[in-house]
């Protein structure tokens, strides 16, 4: 799954280059990365909550790789949120506000990844109290 999002994401990187230097400007480089990173996102996203306990792709933080639990209620949290940041990263491109500005697309990548390790953080120490 992720090798096909990671050769997509270079295959169209590649394209929009090609055309950009045949002198083909589908659209400017500052919406094309805002498409591509949302429809990363978005992808990414829907699968976090099937993901299983690992050390190369998640919310690996401490906590999360030390109790299965944790690791389960983080991804099913995490991925409406990257859900969400996806579409709203998409629709900034179209926006007049987020348009020169990258200030939309940092905003949402650090609540994509904020809130999730705040989350686990917080059921981690629930889970401990339990114990």
């Known amino acids: 799954m992720i090798q ?3 050769a997509l994401i270079l295959g169209g990187t590649f394209t929009h280059l090609l055309l950009y230097n045949l002198g083909i400007k589908p659209v400017g480089a500052e919406v094309f990365a805002k498409l591509l990173l949302g429809l990363a996102w978005l992808v990414i996203g829907n699968y976090l909550p ?3 306990s690992n050390y190369f792709l998640g919310i690996r933080t ?3 790789l030390a109790h299965p639990e944790v690791w389960r209620k983080t991804h099913r949290i995490s991925g409406p949120i990257w859900v ?3 579409g709203l990263m998409i629709l900034s491109a179209f926006l007049p506000f987020g348009r ?3 200030w939309p697309m940092l ?4 609540i994509s990844a904020i809130i999730p390790v705040g989350y686990s ?9 339990s114990r």
């Open 121 to 129: 953080y917080l059921v981690y120490r629930k889970v401990e109290e």
């Open 50 to 52: 099937q993901l299983r």
């Open 100 to 102: 020169g500005s990258s």
């Open 107 to 110: 905003i949402l990548l650090l």
């Open 4 to 6: 096909v999002l990671v």
């Open 62 to 64: 401490p906590w999360t």
């Open 84 to 86: 969400i940041a996806g």
